[in-house]
Antibody, heavy 121, light 109 residues
Framework: QVQLVQSGAEVRKPGSSVKVSCKAS????????ISWVRQAPGQGLEWMGG????????NNAQKFQGRITLTAEVSTSTAYMELSSLRSDDTAVYYC??????????????WGQGTLVTVSS | SYVLTQPPSVSAAPGRTATITCEGH??????VHWYQQKAGQAPTLVIY???DRPSGIPERFSGSNSGNTATLTITSVEAGDEAAYYC????????????FGGGTKVTVL
């Protein structure tokens, strides 16, 4: 059974960057896209962007343009989300999610466990 | 950008029906997906493409979508259904992307 396993919690200072990983354990990324969604404390879900690992093409939400970089390694079935110029309001749980198809326009059929990123001076 | 509006909270007694709405302009022309998020956990898919249930999701969960409102219905509510529920659509406007509703907390009385 495929699981998405994310890296552990991070603490960063304002202005710095963070890179979160998401590994498909027991399976592969082939045939799927991977999206990233965040959830601020006590708030709802917010889509950040998606990547098609086999092609390396990505699509980012306008809100994060210029600050987000999505990458993936097909050989290790690992996707990465890097967010730069961190602010306190970037404090959130960051989730990766598998799109049920080879593009980010498909719904999410599998989620990672989440990674808490805390931005604090 | 496209906006999805959900009621913040819905409550239902065990065995009764909980109805969660998701309003958006001509949402009936889009495909709606629903996610359940229990406290401290990652979301899970409960309804996709308006009405379909993933394997393992009880028949008590059903969805519909027409006009300006999509609906998630949970019949014979159980204590384990207590969670936040989010609707989701793909927005094809100027800046295409996924849009989520604000979420509805279902409380089982």
């Amino acid at each position: 059974q495929v699981q998405l396993v994310q890296s552990g919690a991070e603490v960063r200072k304002p202005g710095s960057s963070v890179k979160v990983s998401c590994k498909a354990s027991g399976g592969t990324f082939r045939g799927y896209a991977i999206s990233w969604v965040r959830q601020a404390p006590g708030q709802g879900l917010e889509w950040m962007g998606g990547i098609i690992p086999v092609f390396g093409t990505s699509n980012n939400a306008q809100k994060f343009q210029g600050r987000i970089t999505l990458t993936a390694e097909v050989s290790t079935s690992t996707a990465y989300m890097e967010l730069s110029s961190l602010r306190s309001d970037d404090t959130a749980v960051y989730y990766c999610a598998r799109n049920q198809g080879s593009n980010w326009v498909y719904y999410f059929d599998l989620w990672g466990q989440g990674t808490l990123v805390t931005v604090s001076s | 950008s496209y906006v999805l509006t959900q009621p913040p909270s819905v409550s239902a007694a065990p065995g009764r029906t909980a109805t969660i709405t998701c309003e958006g302009h001509n949402i009936g022309d889009k495909s709606v997906h629903w996610y359940q998020q229990k406290a401290g956990q990652a979301p899970t898919l409960v309804i996709y493409l308006d009405t379909d249930r993933p394997s393992g999701i009880p028949e008590r969960f059903s969805g519909s979508n027409s006009g300006n409102t999509a609906t998630l219905t949970i019949t014979s509510v159980e204590a384990g259904d207590e969670a936040a529920y989010y609707c989701q659509v793909w927005d094809t406007s100027d800046h295409p992307g996924w849009v989520f509703g604000g979420g509805t907390k279902v409380t089982v009385l």
